[in-house]
């Protein structure tokens, strides 16, 4: 899936800072370099879920230039 303007225009942080990642519960989409969308996921805490390398999908994702878009839904 190409990610539309809607996507393209939300907050964007870059795998290699995801410490800037909100601490709050969203909807993120991680979109690489070509805005292909990768992946669409959930979390209660957005910023915990990408902390570290631990994540699952981390090691898939690192060697491209990936971005963390985050819909907040407070």
């Given at each position: 899936m190409i990610?539309?303007?809607f996507l393209l225009n939300l907050l964007k942080v870059s795998?290699?800072?995801k410490?800037?990642?909100p601490i709050?519960?969203?909807i993120y989409y991680v979109v690489?370099?070509?805005n292909l969308v990768w992946y669409v996921g959930k979390a209660k805490n957005i910023r915990n879920r990408w902390q570290g390398k631990s994540y699952h999908r981390f090691f898939n994702l690192n060697?491209?230039?990936i971005?963390?878009?985050q819909f907040?839904?407070?």
């Open positions: 990610a539309d303007s795998l290699a800072t410490d800037n990642l709050f519960s969203g690489d370099e070509q060697h491209r230039k971005i963390i878009s907040i839904t407070e």
